[in-house]
């Protein structure tokens, strides 16, 4: 019988999620899972994760709970590997390709491997921080509230209770790894219909922008998209960052007297998603229609968020207006 070995007892995301990633794999994907911390039976697994103390790429051992492991995804980062990230590090590509059913001459390499990149760090990554013990934070901060349906908890509340001596969590591990793996396979497939499409249109709207203003700092896209980190990156690329302050777009769907406004959105710091580069001029903020028109002397203007990190309104000239005469007030108030 081939196998996959997995540590026994309580189970937690790390094992679940490792396990689906390598049932993901052609070459086990008819394997049996064994939950096991015999030495006998991991030795003769196939493939181990999560258990033996030893961490042999060639051997198929991926363990990260022996002494002096240290070993993160690449030098970009510092978080320390658990099972899944080592699974990940090793087998990612080809376990997005399984996921996303793709023949070769279909994969863009610089794209995917934003997509690969993008799956570790806001998947992955605090799979391996969690189960490591790592905090997300260098500094002692105070918790504002609790958020107690986070996936790493979900899981481990599959476990039986200590009320439950006759469960055997063996027979609930399936469980665990099926959740698991639904949260990963829709996280990559979302990345990949919404994410990915956004980065060419992205890299060649700000090149026609900066074709036509060398300076702008009002960027126009086509349509709503997930734009910040492809912003982020395409600045960095061309050593201008934090040029652009606002981002217009038409939305796609119609408001209740059935108009598809047009946004005028602040762009947000770097790693600071509630602070804005430059928010909507303070006076506009929390005002409504025709308040806002007359304050503002903007015409089509809508509504501007308290925060002044979004504006809406009528037609594209407002939407326009509403960023420059922003940049152009909040300098002169400065």
């Known amino acids: 019988m081939k196998r996959i070995a997995v540590h026994s007892g309580s189970f937690h995301l790390d094992d679940a999620l490792s396990c689906y990633m390598i049932k993901l794999l052609?070459?086990?994907?008819?394997?049996?899972?064994?939950?096991?911390?015999?030495?006998t039976e991991i030795n003769e697994s196939d493939i181990v994760v999560d258990v033996g103390g030893i961490h042999d790429h060639e051997k198929k051992r991926y363990d990260h709970h022996q002494k002096g492991f240290k070993e993160t995804y690449s030098s970009e980062f510092k978080t320390i590997l658990?099972?899944?990230?080592?699974?990940?590090?090793?087998?990612?590509?080809?376990?997005?390709?399984?996921?996303?059913?793709?023949?070769?001459?279909?994969?863009?390499?610089?794209?995917?491997k934003l997509l690969q990149t993008k799956v570790y760090r806001d998947f992955v990554e605090g799979v391996d921080g969690t189960d490591n013990g790592i905090p997300k934070f260098d500094t002692e901060v105070e918790q504002n509230y609790s958020s107690v349906n986070c996936l790493p908890n979900r899981i481990k509340r599959l476990n039986p209770s200590w009320r439950e001596p006759e469960i055997s969590s063996d027979s609930i591990f399936p469980q665990a790894i099926e959740l698991a793996g639904k949260e990963f396979v829709d996280f990559v497939k979302y990345l990949w219909k919404s994410w990915?499409?956004?980065?060419?249109?992205?890299?060649?709207?700000?090149?026609?922008?900066?074709?036509?203003?060398?300076?702008?700092?009002?960027?126009?896209?086509?349509?709503?998209?997930?734009?910040?980190?492809?912003?982020?990156?395409?600045?960095?690329?061309?050593?201008?960052?934090?040029?652009?302050?606002?981002?217009?777009?038409?939305?796609?769907?119609?408001?209740?007297?059935?108009?598809?406004?047009?946004?005028?959105?602040?762009?947000?710091?770097?790693?600071?998603?509630?602070?804005?580069?430059?928010?909507?001029?303070?006076?506009?903020?929390?005002?409504?229609?025709?308040?806002?028109?007359?304050?503002s002397k903007i015409e089509?203007?809508?509504?501007?968020?308290?925060?002044?990190?979004?504006?809406?309104?009528?037609?594209?000239?407002?939407?326009?207006?509403?960023?420059?005469?922003s940049i152009e007030m909040n300098s002169n108030d400065k």
Request: hydrophobic letters at 35%; proline letters at 5%.
């Open 26 to 39: 052609p070459e086990y994907k008819n394997h049996t899972i064994i939950r096991t911390r015999d030495e």
């Open 82 to 112: 658990c099972g899944a990230g080592l699974i990940y590090k090793h087998y990612g590509r080809e376990i997005l390709i399984e996921i996303l059913d793709l023949q070769k001459e279909e994969i863009n390499e610089y794209n995917f």
């Open 196 to 295: 990915i499409p956004a980065v060419d249109i992205l890299h060649n709207t700000i090149q026609k922008t900066l074709e036509q203003d060398p300076k702008s700092q009002i960027l126009e896209l086509p349509s709503p998209m997930p734009f910040l980190e492809h912003l982020y990156r395409e600045e960095k690329e061309l050593e201008i960052p934090g040029q652009f302050k606002y981002v217009i777009f038409q939305s796609t769907r119609p408001n209740k007297q059935g108009l598809k406004e047009w946004i005028t959105r602040a762009v947000s710091k770097v790693n600071e998603p509630f602070v804005n580069r430059l928010s909507l001029h303070k006076d506009w903020r929390g005002l409504r229609n025709e308040e806002l028109q007359n304050i």
């Open 300 to 325: 089509g203007a809508v509504f501007v968020h308290s925060s002044g990190f979004l504006g809406a309104s009528k037609n594209h000239k407002s939407a326009l207006e509403l960023a420059t005469k």
